[in-house]
């Protein structure tokens, strides 16, 4: 078994952070996670050379961004391995290789838990330490805790090491949303947001050069208003850690919508909090980009998607416009998306599952906001696509893989792989 890493010496660590390079080889015994040790399995049953099974590793690691190489492949079988990171975060869509065959693949992922510590605000002055009040389904998950964790699923999973380097020159890309944006923990729930790290991995070629990848952090959460996002103190955190030239993409709409007393609705509330965004990254020398709400499945007798947002869609582009701000309508383009997939076929991007489905199944899910893992994949296209539309310097950070996306000519939902997480939850996500 490989030797423990002790209390002591994992401080030492944390002190020297960025010079210290955490590697483990898989190949040989590992312990289960706990807090003494630092790292190990976790989550479920360590593998074992006698089962085929997702299963997790994690490392206790200070905040911040870590460039991640995992080697996948085995000398004594032939593997079929996928990477997630965190909360099903996608790294490596399918990797497959042959028996004596192995791939490197780097990524960039970012860890955090909701200290915020003192730093300098848009004035300069040092602000005290505070904390994000995360909700209470996020409390003890994978998000917001003191490890990083990956997740490695597929056919034949096969691994034979994990190398952690912190990287603290990397661009982040901080995502601000809702249920459609964050991190969905647990199958049959996705978003966007957790997808959108899929195309930002390093090729395993030798061959190709390529850029740096950046770091996406999403700090989205389920039912979340453009305001109580910044009252949890999500924006703050944001703050404390953001470097110049780094970016935050928001997208908010769909609970903004349903706020009710004085001065709320799309053109009061909602824009005074776009507003707040777009003068407080600024400040603090980011680059903010806006995202329309997508679409929910709702058509009328003609097979057209019905609007459900209201003035909100056109009270973002009336901001964005007013104060310069690049802007993704993921609105038009997840309308598009639905229309082409039509009225039944639309439901395959969506949590639409009969009951018997999974085994763990209670009822029939129904749902036409939120996105299974296939419409998310989608979805997460199409905000690439936003970013090429618009000249963003974050495409020159594209996998070397990325083919260009129409929302007329969807991929084939019956060929997209998504090996099932084995954390499951049949509860609705907050918010619609």
Known sequence: MKKALTIASFLACVSTIEAQVLSYDLTKEQPLYSEAVGYGYDVVEAPTAKTVAPFYFSVKVPDGNYRVTVRLGS??????????AESRRMMVEKCVTKKGEFLDYTFIVNKRCVDIPSYKDINGNDTKPSFVRIKPGEVGSLTWDEKLTFEFNGASPCVQSISIEPDTSAVTVFLCGNSTVVDQGKEPWASWGQMFTRWFVS??????????????????????????????????????????????????????EKEKGPGTGAWYHYTVALKKFVDMVRAKKGNIIFCTPTQRRMFDAEGKIKNSHGDFPAAMKAVAERENVPLIDINAETKILFETMGVEGSKHLLVHYPMGTFPWQVKKFSDNTHFNPFGAYEVSKLVVMGLKKMNSPLVQYLSDGWKDFSPSHPDDWQSFYWPL??????????GN
Do not use: W
């Open 203 to 256: 090729s395993p070629s030798p061959n190709i050069h390529h850029p740096s990848p950046i770091a996406i952090a999403n700090y989205a959460e389920s039912g979340l208003t453009a305001t109580s996002f910044m009252a949890q103190n999500r924006l703050e955190k944001i703050l404390s850690v953001i470097k110049e030239g780094d970016y935050v993409i928001c997208e908010f709409g769909h609970n903004d």
């Open 75 to 84: 000398k004594k079988k032939a593997g079929e391995t996928t990477v997630r």
């Open 421 to 430: 997480s084995p954390v499951f939850d049949g509860k609705k996500p907050d």
